[in-house]
């Protein structure tokens, strides 16, 4: 089952490069509501061949290195990112021409029944002209009272400024991470996630999760 979390309404631009019962006593995850935008993930949409890159970008960590061996990198020369991902994943990019969002999905599956629960991540461009602060940029404009729903703390990673966020509306959970950039924040999200009710295998994939992010890079324009 995929989920493709609405958490924009600008448009977004890259290119290349997982149902829950309501009864507490059957299941320990909460009930989500979608969003009302919100679109099914492209199930059908035809598999990308990635640009893959000898070696994984410099910005890779030592400790990092043996459990990420073999891993591929998506790397998109127009919109400036790469990005490495599992070998036995698979890259695919949004069903329509509105939606250039880029999807690196794992297949394995947790659950029975008719929506078991698989984790992707997502990498989309949010534009930023203006150059405006990341709260007047991404947050403000969503409007009451989803911005008041949104956790965000900023850190660095190596030289990137980068936002950490939970809460966009999502009919899963969200966890995201904003790269900053000159013009434009491009995310990093992974789907599904809770932090109060983790979903099966949330921990092992937030953990891959955040060793793809050690592998993010924008790249020279």
């Known amino acids: 089952m995929k989920y493709l979390p609405v958490i924009f309404s600008v ?9 829950l019962s309501s009864s507490a006593k059957t299941t320990p995850y909460p009930t989500y509501t979608p969003y009302p935008t919100y679109t099914p993930y492209p199930s059908d949409v035809p598999t990308l061949e990635p640009t893959l890159t000898p070696d994984l970008p410099a910005i ?8 990420m061996s073999g891993w591929r990198t998506c790397v998109s020369p127009q919109y400036g990112f790469a990005i490495a991902y599992p070998p036995d994943w698979t890259v695919t ?3 329509n ?9 794992s297949s394995e599956t947790f659950g029975e029944g008719l929506e078991p629960i698989s984790y992707y991540v997502f990498v989309h461009r949010w ?4 150059k405006l602060p990341y709260q007047e940029a991404v947050i403000d404009p969503l409007g009451e009272p989803l911005k008041s729903e ?21 009919r899963a959970g969200v966890l995201s991470i904003f790269f900053e950039a000159e013009e434009y924040y491009t995310a990093v999200s ?6 109060q009710v983790p979903f099966p295998g949330q921990a092992k994939y937030e953990e891959i999760f955040r060793n793809m992010l050690f592998t993010f890079q924008f790249l020279p324009q």
């Open 11 to 19: 448009s977004m631009t890259l290119a290349a490069c997982s149902s």
């Open 97 to 105: 021409s509105t939606d250039e969002t880029i999807y690196l999905s």
């Open 93 to 95: 990019k949004g069903v």
């Open 60 to 67: 890779l960590l030592l400790e990092h290195s043996t459990a």
């Open 150 to 170: 949104i956790k965000y703390t900023q850190s660095w990673l190596g030289a990137y400024k980068l936002y950490e966020a939970t809460g966009f509306p999502s």
């Open 127 to 130: 534009p930023n002209p203006e």
């Open 190 to 195: 992974l789907t599904p996630y809770n932090q």
